[in-house]
T-cell receptor, first 113, second 111 residues
Framework: DTGVSQDPRHKITKRGQNVTFRCDPISEHNRLYWYRQTLGQGPEFLTYFQNEAQLEKSRLLSDRFSAERPKGSFSTLEIQRTEQGDSAMYLC???????????FGQGTRLTVV | GNSVTQMEGPVTLSEEAFLTINCTYT??????LFWYVQYPGEGLQLLLK?????DKGSNKGFEATYRKETTSFHLEKGSVQVSDSAVYFCALSGSARQLTFGSGTQLTVLP
């Protein structure tokens, strides 16, 4: 297994466009997390899934953000009508259970121009 | 809510110097505490963790002790190497095991 993979690694988009990111967790990991990291800051929790169920969403996740994990495997994070403030690194992590180590992907760097 | 306050960087040390990166936290209940490391061009990696008061986490020569009385989890290493140059994040886990991170400390070790 190659770990958590995220695609694309970099995305440049114009303000107002929609973007979608994909995360492939480590095989058989039940938990999947999304975080956002801005320059000079630590990652901030956005949302997490237990299998296909989205169990918690941060207040950072505005109505323009939606995340899915339709079959309990890969997940997508969509941002609609992007704004410059959405520019950040979006990180995905997965873990076997709630009490086991979370493994992080390398992230998708979004730049909104 | 939960929060983590981390020593601001950047920190620059000479090889073989002693390292301390301070971390204090605010949390309800009894969180687990973590140190993550991010090497250039790589994803976050778990460095060490402690799950209850007075536990000591250790890995690769790094250590940190969970101090409930001072709500601290300071990272230490007795002799740093150039290869330790990275960004270090202190974090705690919430009720749903999502992580709350500090702002990170950039460490540069000079030969």
């Amino acid at each position: 297994d190659t770990g958590v993979s995220q695609d694309p690694r970099h995305k440049i988009t114009k303000r107002g466009q929609n973007v979608t990111f994909r995360c492939d967790p480590i095989s058989e990991h039940n938990r999947l997390y999304w975080y956002r990291q801005t320059l000079g800051q630590g990652p901030e929790f956005l949302t997490y899934f237990q299998n296909e169920a989205q169990l918690e969403k941060s207040r950072l996740l505005s109505d323009r953000f939606s995340a899915e994990r339709p079959k309990g495997s890969f997940s997508t994070l969509e941002i609609q009508r992007t704004e410059q403030g959405d520019s950040a690194m979006y990180l995905c992590a997965s873990s076997w259970t709630e009490d086991t180590e979370a493994f992080f992907g390398q992230g998708t760097r979004l730049t909104v121009v | 809510g939960n929060s983590v306050t981390q020593m601001e960087g950047p920190v620059t040390l000479s090889e073989e110097a002693f390292l301390t990166i301070n971390c204090t936290y605010t949390a309800t209940g009894y969180p687990s505490l973590f140190w993550y490391v991010q090497y250039p061009g790589e994803g976050l990696q778990l460095l060490l963790k402690a799950t209850k008061a007075d536990d000591k986490g250790s890995n690769k020569g790094f250590e940190a002790t969970y101090r409930k009385e001072t709500t601290s989890f300071h990272l230490e290493k007795g002799s740093v190497q150039v290869s330790d140059s990275a960004v270090y994040f202190c974090a705690l886990s919430g009720s749903a095991r999502q992580l709350t991170f500090g702002s990170g400390t950039q460490l540069t070790v000079l030969p």
